[in-house]
């Protein structure tokens, strides 16, 4: 994670965290205009399915905030991988790391 600003890195490991506390498929976090952070994992029940980055931008909007500055997601399979929610909510591009499950970053998507 190197190459990644302290704060981007700081979403990397919340996002590992996350994921690694309820062994979820994905886990996410997101930083908003305030610079609050926001950490959620993935939500597969039988009647609710939700994405890591879905919930973790739900939580910001149910903070009420402004917008968001920063997105990370940490999965093992980042194929398909759907930033549409950062996209709408953001409003203007905002970065997307992606990173497996040992926080290797593997792309940074500009939404």
């Known amino acids: 994670m190197s190459d ?3 704060e981007d890195a700081k979403l990397v490991t919340l996002a590992r965290a996350a994921r690694a506390r309820t062994r979820a498929a994905e886990g996410a976090a997101v930083r908003d ?3 609050r952070t926001y950490a959620a994992c993935t939500v597969a029940l039988d009647t609710v399915g939700l994405t890591a980055l879905q919930l973790a931008v739900a939580m910001a909007l149910s903070s009420g905030v402004k917008g968001l500055e920063a997105a990370a997601v940490v999965t093992d399979a980042p194929d398909g991988l759907d930033v549409n929610v ?3 909510f953001a ?3 905002i970065p997307v790391v ?3 499950g040992t926080g290797e970053v593997r792309d940074v998507v500009h939404t």
């Open 4 to 6: 990644l600003s302290a």
């Open 33 to 35: 205009s305030d610079g």
């Open 86 to 88: 950062v996209r709408h």
């Open 91 to 93: 409003g203007a591009a």
């Open 98 to 100: 992606v990173a497996n």
